[in-house]
């Protein structure tokens, strides 16, 4: 999968459509048909690669986990919780984009939406010249929050270093009644000697304190 962020015409795109059962035709039947057809225009005038439509069946996880798109596009003019279930289990261990095109305007559909991860949740809006402010918007968003996610994983491990290092400098300090700068001193000599970086040797010093008792 490319990254989300390169230039949105190269974006590799699924689109996700309701379940259709086999039926006779009938007015909501055609609705959607209206509805793919005005999206899959919006996305081929654009530029953009359909790599495919799916249905929101239970083989859907799996075809995306095969076909790594770089956005998902679910086009659902009824509620779409179903859908959205099956998307966040095939996105859990790679997010991506999802933008939500849909006649739902409950405020508890679009809540439920939003924490399944949904970048974009457009009420009313699949008309085709909409689609690549839609899907411009959503990317933006994606990035942005992608990067607060990544910069506040980067916090949390800097946390959980400095706590390494923080016991292992006690456990020096205790053992050889060492000053705190002292057992850091130390502690950084050790890891430049065995080139592994601070809190790697902080770990191994605890981990063989605990197997020592």
Same mark, same amino acid.
């Given at each position: +999968?490319?990254?989300?962020?390169?230039?949105?015409?190269?974006? %590799?795109?699924?689109?996700?459509?309701?379940?259709?059962?086999?039926?006779?035709?009938?007015?909501?039947?055609?609705?959607?048909?209206?509805?793919? &057809?005005?999206?899959?225009? !919006?996305?081929?005038?654009?530029?953009?690669?359909?790599? &495919?439509? =799916?249905? &929101?069946? $239970?083989?859907?996880?799996?075809? /995306?986990?095969?076909?790594?798109?770089? +956005?998902?596009? $679910?086009?659902?003019?009824?509620?779409?919780?179903?859908?959205?279930?099956?998307?966040?289990?095939?996105?859990?261990?790679?997010? %991506?984009?999802?933008?939500?095109?849909?006649?739902?305007?409950?405020?508890?559909? +679009?809540?439920?939406?939003?924490? *399944? !991860?949904?970048?974009?949740? /457009? $009420? *009313?809006?699949?008309?085709?010249?909409? $689609?690549?402010?839609?899907?411009? #918007?959503?990317?933006?968003?994606?990035?942005?929050? @992608?990067?607060?996610?990544?910069?506040?994983?980067?916090?949390? @491990?800097?946390?959980?270093?400095?706590?390494? #290092?923080?016991?292992?400098? !006690?456990?020096?300090?205790?053992?050889?009644?060492?000053?705190?700068?002292?057992?850091?001193? %130390?502690?950084?000599? +050790? *890891?430049?000697?065995?080139?592994?970086? =601070?809190?790697?040797? *902080?770990?191994?010093?605890?981990?063989?304190?605990?197997?020592? !008792?």
């Amino acid at each position: +999968m490319k990254s989300p962020g390169s230039a949105s015409s190269s974006l %590799r795109i699924v689109v996700v459509n309701p379940a259709t059962p086999v039926a006779e035709e009938n007015e909501a039947a055609a609705e959607q048909a209206r509805r793919s &057809a005005a999206l899959r225009i !919006g996305l081929l005038e654009c530029g953009y690669d359909l790599v &495919a439509s =799916l249905p &929101a069946d $239970v083989f859907l996880a799996e075809r /995306i986990s095969q076909l790594q798109p770089d +956005m998902i596009i $679910v086009d659902s003019a009824s509620s779409a919780r179903d859908i959205l279930e099956h998307i966040v289990i095939a996105t859990s261990s790679a997010r %991506r984009p999802i933008v939500l095109f849909t006649e739902d305007d409950a405020p508890a559909s +679009m809540d439920a939406a939003l924490d *399944a !991860g949904v970048s974009a949740y /457009i $009420v *009313a809006g699949l008309q085709a010249e909409r $689609v690549k402010p839609v899907l411009d #918007v959503a990317l933006a968003r994606f990035r942005r929050e @992608q990067k607060l996610l990544d910069e506040l994983a980067g916090t949390r @491990q800097k946390l959980v270093e400095r706590k390494l #290092v923080d016991r292992a400098k !006690g456990l020096l300090m205790a053992r050889y009644r060492l000053s705190e700068d002292q057992a850091y001193q %130390r502690l950084r000599s +050790m *890891a430049m000697n065995k080139n592994m970086k =601070l809190d790697e040797i *902080a770990q191994r010093l605890i981990d063989v304190e605990d197997l020592l !008792g």
